[in-house]
């Protein structure tokens, strides 16, 4: 047993002290020792605290300098019958008037009058909405407001007052929501200021210059139609009232040759013709187109020769009853879905998340400082 034991330890390998000390020169250098590295930020703790203080100091001097912006915004969607009755009762009048066309719209193609094309819900609603993101639009409003023109004369900075201008024209919009078979169900409209009041204010006068704007707009773009339709049925009543002069000259001229005729043949009673084209009515005799001639002489209603002109008489009668479509009719082309209020939470500055955020970047590089400055240490 001895000898074995002996022999067991003849393969084993004495421990060599210096080998022993060694072994955590050999360990790998990517391994990080996070006791040291926490004791090393414990001691530097008041100097990232410091940081952090400090970073988030300038977020809250940051936060508070920078001018605070509320909007205010209010849903519209297409007017229903009860916001644009009057201005549809006014334009009925002219119905009977103006002819059923073909017309394309929304992918389809349907018959209606062109005056009622004018009226749609659909038609009536995109004119505000392209009115109200209009760039003419907004310029126009907000040089003439007193708010922008006490803005511009009390301003403290440096910039050009088209680059204001500019950031006003970017804080007015109308925003497409909910699509419903590709169109937009309602918009939101929106203005945003400085203060709650002002947006509020802002909204409200703009959304009412728009709608006066577009009121006016429609009225006159019905107007106009029925001026330029009633141009065109004049013009129409004209050439058939001359068609109707030439062709009762013509009948006149007709007849006299016709008793030209008879007189000279000696027929003055009527006869029995089986000729389809005759050129002159001698059939009829030389009393007949005597008394033809009497009654030719005394005609002034032109739509015996030109029917079409009972028609075209009668339009033109009904636009002279109703010039226009009058331009104090009430109506709106738009309908709220809910109302125009002060804005409860300003959009910016955020100044609780930009201090946060500052604060906590402000450790991040004070952790780092403290870490990289160990490096070096070393």
Request: neutral net charge.
């Amino acid at each position: 047993m001895t000898d074995n034991l002996v022999h067991n330890n003849s393969y084993s390998q004495p421990v060599n002290p210096e080998v022993k000390d060694l072994r955590p020169m050999f360990m790998s250098e990517d391994e990080i020792d996070l006791k040291t590295l926490f004791l090393t930020l414990w001691k530097s703790k008041w100097q990232i605290l410091s940081c952090s203080f400090m970073a988030g100091l300038v977020a809250l001097i940051y936060a508070f300098t920078v001018p605070e912006v509320w909007t205010s915004s209010v849903k519209v969607m297409e007017p229903r019958i009860n916001d644009y009755y009057q201005l549809r009762t006014e334009v009925n009048k002219f119905a009977p008037v103006f002819e059923e066309k073909k017309i394309a719209r929304d992918d389809e193609t349907i018959e209606e009058t062109e005056l009622a094309a004018l009226i749609q819900p659909d038609v009536l609603f995109k004119q505000y909405i392209d009115a109200f993101n209009s760039t003419i639009n907004k310029k126009a409003f907000i040089n003439n407001n007193e708010l922008y023109k006490k803005f511009i004369a009390n301003k403290k900075t440096s910039e050009h007052d088209e680059l204001i201008l500019e950031q006003w024209l970017n804080n007015v919009q109308a925003i497409p929501e909910q699509k419903k078979r590709g169109e937009p169900s309602y918009y939101t409209l929106s203005f945003s200021s400085f203060s709650q009041e002002n947006s509020y204010l802002l909204l409200e006068q703009y959304t009412n210059y728009i709608a006066r704007l577009v009121n006016k707009h429609v009225i006159q773009g019905v107007n106009n139609t029925i001026t330029a339709y009633k141009a065109s049925l004049k013009s129409t009543s004209l050439l058939l009232s001359q068609k109707a002069i030439n062709k009762l000259e013509l009948e006149i001229k007709k007849t006299d040759i016709a008793i030209d005729i008879t007189t000279k043949a000696a027929i003055d009673k009527p006869f029995l013709s089986y000729a389809n084209n005759n050129l002159f009515p001698i059939n009829l005799g030389l009393d007949v187109n005597i008394a033809k001639k009497d009654v030719l002489k005394k005609i002034t209603d032109l739509s015996f020769f030109e029917p079409e002109l009972i028609t075209i008489n009668g339009k033109l009668k009904i636009l002279s009853d109703n010039k226009k479509v009058r331009s104090n009719v009430e109506f709106s082309v738009i309908s709220y879905i809910d109302e125009i209020s002060l804005p409860l939470t300003k959009d910016k500055p955020k100044r609780a998340l930009i201090v946060m955020l500052v604060g906590l970047l402000g450790m991040m590089l004070g952790v780092a400082f403290v870490i990289v400055r160990k490096a070096f240490s070393y």
